[in-house]
């Protein structure tokens, strides 16, 4: 037998017999020594009243215990006797609503929290969609910068190119106009040659 | 005798539950009568798109027939009629959509058992939710034989199927919760069936001090293995493990083995050690205080087993029927409901060696009367005999 080694002090040890080991009987004294413990007094502030329930039947007011008013009950009830039929007729059918009431009530509160279950998960799936999502948005968007940054150097570079490209254009514009002139020149300066007498 | 054994995918490469199931037992029925493979060419389950070559193939001394999948799944569509079919009232013809959709779309396949039921004695069905098996069953009812793998999971609500259940001339089941659940959908106890599940083997010279050598472990640690998924309840085991650290200051560690599709928290005693080849994995399972099964669903669990073949304790997730009837049946491990009982468990099979190694003796026992090879042969040989007679 085993006293527990993971056992606390103050609880139900769990007992192995280790000739006929039992597993069903482990964890049920498992379960009865989790049933067993107390609510840690966080985890029940923290748990709290449920909003929709009071916390705890209002109290009927004591009796101040006064020998006049208890005879005046006694006569009292004395006098309602011939119609007490009459008033536990009307008193039970309002504990039979009020039953029923409740039941609607505590059905209503297990459909409230199978239906929170089922938003919880609901939530927990479409928040793990969404930073899946976003996730593969910002690498998106980190390339998309990427590619703009580069763009941008792309067209600075164009610019500068075709400036130069522009002006240089421009020189060779200038070159093939004197090229022209020396050409137009030289052909004057061959047809004057041309016409000089030979000697 | 001749057997086809019909499967969603086949191949060394593919190492999915049913599939893998499949293989094994295919390679340890050849001894007895002539096997073949019929499947399809894809290699990946999402999917299913054409990886194989098309035709005939021997795999480890087994005939497959490999046949084309006409169509891809397409994730985003297949999602959306799921959830319809899951979720809102549908009709019969949603449903068939939902299986043409799953996939794997191989008609080829289906005209192949049409015009070759005679060249066969036996067709034996893996995995009940595909399309193959719904529409190979219905070619050839008389000759087939199903081996569901179902676990309690959304897809056995489909009226389809229980239509399916009914319709094979046996059925080989995986577990008594399994059997129970698809009796209790289908009203299906007419059928001839009988639980036999698959084996497993284990290396005999397992060594923990070789793995922790190699991978530079230390100290206690409990380990899991399979895939690292939301789906196999992983995240929840996180939660588990480090409420059971943060309250208990336990040194213990959680050793993560297999491919994660999951964000694995950072903890230094949470350790992921990625797909291990078969000597670390058994390495790393012989070392282990216990193994850890968090699964919700299974029909089956093959590391289970394989824990069990090596004298290792197991503490299983309760919600899953078939890991806890496991648990009570073979004595062989401890269960959890929620955190509580998580730590509470957990604690116990630390805090005593003892226990652990009776457990883990208990499990051997239960492995060796239930999932030996010889025992998994003598029923499937049992069943096929019994067929044949009548």
């Known amino acids: ?199 | 005798m001749k057997v086809a054994f019909v499967v969603q995918r086949y191949g060394l490469e593919v190492n999915g539950g049913a599939e893998l199931h499949c293989r094994w037992v295919a390679e340890h029925l050849r001894k007895y009568f002539e096997v073949e493979v019929l499947t399809t060419r894809a290699a990946d389950y999402v999917t299913w798109r054409n990886h194989y070559p098309e035709g005939v193939e021997t795999v480890n001394g087994i005939t497959v027939r490999r046949f084309p999948v006409a169509r891809p799944r397409h994730p985003q569509r297949f999602g959306r009629i799921q959830e319809f079919v899951f979720h809102h009232e549908h009709g019969e013809e949603d449903e068939l959509r939902w299986l043409e959709e799953e996939g794997p779309l191989a008609p080829a396949l289906i005209d192949y058992i049409k015009g070759h039921r005679d060249d066969y004695d036996f067709f034996i069905f893996f995995s009940y939710r595909y399309y193959h098996s719904y529409w190979g069953i219905d070619a050839v009812r008389e000759k087939s034989l199903l081996v569901p793998t179902a676990e309690r999971d959304p897809v056995t609500n489909l009226r389809i199927f229980h239509e399916l259940f009914r319709k094979p001339r046996a059925l080989v089941y995986n577990s008594p919760e399994e059997r129970a659940m698809i009796n209790a959908l289908a009203g299906n106890e007419a059928v001839p069936g009988d639980v036999v599940g698959v084996g497993t083997e284990v290396p005999a010279d397992a060594a923990p001090e070789r793995f922790r050598s190699r991978h530079g472990v230390e100290g206690e640690y409990i380990i899991y293995l399979g895939r690292i998924d939301e789906n196999k309840g992983c995240r929840r085991l996180f939660d588990h493990f480090l409420r059971f650290k943060r309250e208990t200051g336990s040194p213990v560690k959680l050793l993560l083995v297999g491919n994660s599709i999951l964000r694995i928290p950072a903890h230094p005693d949470l350790l992921y050690m990625g797909f291990l080849p078969e000597e670390d994995k058994f390495d790393a399972l012989a070392g282990a205080a216990a193994l850890v099964m968090p699964s919700f669903y299974e029909s089956l669990s093959m590391v289970t087993l394989e824990a069990w073949a090596m004298r290792r304790p197991v503490l299983a997730n309760a919600q899953c029927e078939v890991l806890k009837g496991q648990c009570l049946r073979s004595n062989g491990g401890l269960f959890y409901e929620n955190d509580e009982e998580f730590k509470e468990a957990l604690g116990l099979l630390l805090a005593d060696a003892r226990l652990r190694e009776i457990l883990g003796e208990n499990g051997r026992r239960y492995f060796d009367a239930n999932y030996a090879w010889g025992i998994i042969e003598g029923k499937y040989l049992a069943l096929l005999n019994s067929l044949r007679g009548t």
Do not use: C, W
């Open chain 1, 1 to 199: 037998m085993n006293d527990g080694t993971n056992n606390r002090r103050d609880e139900t040890p769990i007992r192995v017999d280790y000739d006929r080991i039992d597993v069903g009987d482990i964890m049920a004294q498992v379960r009865a020594r989790i049933a067993a413990r107390p609510v840690p007094p966080d985890e029940a502030q923290a748990a709290g009243p449920r909003p929709d329930r009071p916390a705890s039947l209002p109290d009927f007011p004591a009796p101040d215990g006064g020998e006049g008013r208890s005879r005046a009950k006694r006569l009292l009830l004395k006098l309602m006797k011939p119609i007490t039929p009459l008033i536990k007729l009307a008193i039970l059918p309002v504990n039979e609503e009020l039953v029923r009431t409740v039941r609607v009530l505590d059905h209503a509160n297990r459909q409230l929290d199978s239906l929170t279950a089922r938003v919880d998960r609901d939530i927990h799936r479409v928040e793990s969609q969404l930073f899946e999502r976003l996730g593969r948005l910002d690498t998106q968007l980190a390339i998309t910068k990427e590619n703009v940054k580069l763009l941008h150097a792309l067209s600075h570079n164009l610019v500068v190119e075709l400036t130069k490209l522009k002006i240089e254009h421009e020189a060779l514009r200038n070159k093939v106009r004197i090229l022209e002139k020396d050409f137009e020149t030289l052909g004057k300066r061959e047809r004057a040659l041309e016409k000089r007498p030979r000697r």
